[in-house]
């Protein structure tokens, strides 16, 4: 069953064939039906009249030859009856199995001779009683379906048609006409197979033709679809095999020319990036050179600051910041332009967690405590091995705490961990700031920043948490932020416990549970 909702979910060709023929089928039933049952009546209207007809010519003959037997023996009068049954037996375009029926009505007189008879030994019980009485009522033919019972087993569908008879010497007697309808359903089960024939057959042509028009719309979709899928695939050079001239052709030279548009675009926008890669390159590469110079050089005017005027003291001290923030930056816009051009690598080694968070908390006590600030973290074990590249792990961890404390205003960040057999989650919670909604989708942006009138507690290159996501996503893991004005944030690092492994679950909700509207 399974199998069948798929196909039918990725063919078009056969929801419209298997639709068509449903419909098809209920149109094509439901006119059978119709054209059955009013040919069926039609047919029993024929059998009627023509047995009615036939009836009352047999009864008016029977009548007048009665009649002239008035003075006859019974003897004379018995033979009559047997030729008139004989006759109406016999003779008619529907005499083919036709019988008569004669009975006598109130008996009169005792000693007049009872002339009641039926043909083909026809069991008169058979006769319906009401239609009997009917018979006897009526100055006028009466007709009903009925079946004739036969002497023995054997029963037979017909039309009965009755009327008054006048027997000389015996009295009124009601003769009955029946003209069994075994003919009549041959014909209706003739036709009524003839119209499932016919009803099969156009449904099988419709199915047929229905195919046969859906493959040539399908076939250029098809054709479409596989030239799109290579196209998404890097093969920017497929094209459509135009070869007619009507709407299809018209979509296939569309998509040609969308195509080599797309192709076009595409190229222009990796020979930007390229040279934006490289330009990023370049002057990283170049400005390293100077910058070392200038560091020594900052580094040895620093460093003789107490002989110089406070003034000159504090510009040394703020051109070796400055420069340690240039060389950040050029680090991380290194970093970003490796990204970019797809070249980052992992270096995975196995080391402990807790140690590497521990350090990094360690490393940014001192700036936390001068901004009023408390890390806490209460690992519930102190040994957490897994195989990662430790240097872009450390990074992601350094740059969510750098963000926490430059956001907390002076209230405490929390870090929390969980892990399984498979993942690993290091969460960090600050109660500071928080962010909008509109911000959360641009966290990751580079160089943005969500208050850029608001003043950090330190220098950043705004690149920090764009690389963190990309360090993240090296490894397979994932990084998401919550926050809300007020509220502080929250930020949650998923990473698989072996580098190149997908993570399998989510071990921290990243809502956190301290929060509630």
Do not use: C
């Not at 195919?211 to 076939?219: D, F, K, N, S």
């Not at 479409?224 to 009507?246: I, K, P």
């Not at 929250?490 to 399998?504: C, D, K, M, Q, S």
């Amino acid at each position: 069953m399974g199998t069948i909702n798929d196909r039918l979910k990725n063919s078009l060709a056969l929801r419209v064939l298997l639709s068509t023929i449903v419909l098809s089928s209920g149109v094509i039933w439901l006119s059978g039906s119709i054209l059955e049952s009013r040919v069926s009546a039609g047919v029993k209207q024929v059998n009627l009249d023509a047995a009615i007809n036939e009836a009352r010519s047999t009864i008016v003959g029977a009548r007048y030859r009665l009649i002239l037997a008035k003075s006859g023996s019974s003897s004379e009068i018995e033979t009559l009856i047997s030729e008139i049954v004989s006759s109406a037996t016999t003779v008619g375009a529907r005499a083919s199995g036709r019988e008569l029926v004669l009975l006598r009505g109130r008996l009169v007189n005792p000693v007049e001779k009872d002339f009641t008879t039926t043909s083909n030994l026809v069991d008169p019980a058979s006769l319906p009683l009401e239609f009997r009485q009917q018979v006897r009522r009526d100055a006028e033919l009466s007709w009903t379906y009925m079946t004739i019972k036969y002497a023995g087993t054997l029963k037979v569908p017909a039309i009965a048609v009755g009327d008054i008879v006048s027997v000389p010497r015996s009295g009124a007697y009601k003769m009955y006409l029946l003209f069994p309808l075994t003919n009549q359903d041959k014909t209706l089960t003739l036709i009524s197979r003839s119209i499932i024939i016919v009803d099969i057959a156009l449904v099988f042509l419709i199915g047929l033709i229905t195919w046969l028009v859906t493959r040539q719309v399908i076939r250029p979709v098809r054709e479409a679809a596989r030239v799109a899928e290579q196209f998404t695939s890097g093969d920017l050079n497929q094209r459509m095999q135009v070869t007619r001239q009507d709407e299809i052709a018209t979509l296939g030279n569309s998509f040609n020319e969308m195509a080599e548009s797309i192709q076009q675009q595409i190229m222009r926008l990796e020979n930007l990036s390229r040279v934006q890669q490289r330009f990023v390159s370049d002057v990283s590469h170049e400005l390293r050179t100077p910058l070392t110079t200038l560091r020594m050089a900052s580094e040895v005017i620093y460093s003789s600051r107490s002989n110089f005027d406070p003034q000159i003291a504090r510009s040394a001290e703020l051109l070796l910041g400055n420069i340690d923030r240039f060389e950040r930056l050029l680090e991380d816009l290194l970093e970003v332009s490796r990204f970019d051009a797809e070249v980052a690598i992992l270096e995975p080694v196995d080391f402990n967690l807790i140690s590497l968070i521990n350090r990094s908390i360690e490393d940014l006590e001192l700036v936390a405590k001068e901004n009023g600030t408390e890390i806490i973290f209460s690992p519930y074990t102190a040994d957490l091995p897994i195989n990662a590249d430790v240097r872009r792990v450390e990074r992601v961890l350094r740059n969510l705490l750098n963000n926490a404390v430059d956001h907390a205003d002076s209230k405490p960040i929390h870090i929390h961990i969980e892990y399984n057999e498979n993942d690993v989650a290091v969460a960090v919670r600050d109660h500071g700031v928080g962010i909008d909604e509109n911000s959360l989708l641009r966290v990751f942006d580079r160089f943005w920043r969500a208050d850029p009138s608001r003043s950090r507690v330190r220098g950043g290159t705004g690149l920090g948490l764009s690389i963190a996501l990309e360090d993240a996503r090296l490894h397979n893991g994932e990084l998401e932020v919550w926050g809300r004005p007020g509220h502080g944030a929250h930020f949650v690092l998923t990473l698989p416990r072996v580098a190149g492994n997908n993570i399998e679950a989510r071990l921290i909700r990243l809502e956190p549970k301290d929060y509630s509207l």
